[in-house]
């Protein structure tokens, strides 16, 4: 009986230090793994959105295709002359106001409630061909990147 008494509560004590050492180190692991997962969320988004806005480009590619007979017979007709195709205006006009609002709501397709893309603008560049570059914003749950492409443009 006598070393019941002299112990006066050690053992509480440590008990309650380990326990909160234990603690700690799981809180600080829990937080550890919170932000590693929004950091994994937001970089899934972010390559979405860009994987959104190659496919944006991809569209525009199809569509350029697709309405290249028109821009050719314009040519053709004469609606634009041949000289100023040269300076890439004509070609700039008929993409960004004839093609872009084809596309609908501004050139923006939105996919589902939370993926969408806009295709923003195109700049036509002629060196030695045509050279149409477009620029496309993709965006998936609120997180945007854009993507740029170029469309050689053969005119016959």
Avoid: C, W
Wanted: net charge negative; charged share 20%; aromatic share 6%.
């Amino acid at each position: 009986m006598g070393k019941l008494k002299n112990e006066r509560g050690f053992a509480l004590v440590l008990t309650l230090m380990i326990i909160s050492l234990l603690l700690l180190f799981v809180l600080s692991l829990f937080t550890q793994i919170t932000n590693t997962t929004k950091q994994i969320t937001t970089m899934e988004k972010h390559i979405n959105a860009g994987n959104i806005a190659d496919m944006g480009v991809i569209y525009f590619q199809k569509l350029v295709e697709t309405n290249k007979e028109e821009l050719e017979s314009m040519l053709n007709d004469g609606t634009f002359e041949q000289e100023d195709i040269n300076s890439a205006n004509d070609i700039t006009e008929f993409v960004n106001h004839v093609l872009i609002p084809q596309v609908g709501n501004n050139g923006t397709i939105e996919l589902d409630e939370n993926h969408r893309f806009s295709i923003n603008y195109a700049e036509t560049n002629v060196d030695a061909s045509n050279v149409i570059t477009v620029h496309v914003t993709g965006e998936a749950y609120n997180q945007s990147d854009t993507a740029e492409g170029n469309i050689e443009l053969i005119i016959e």
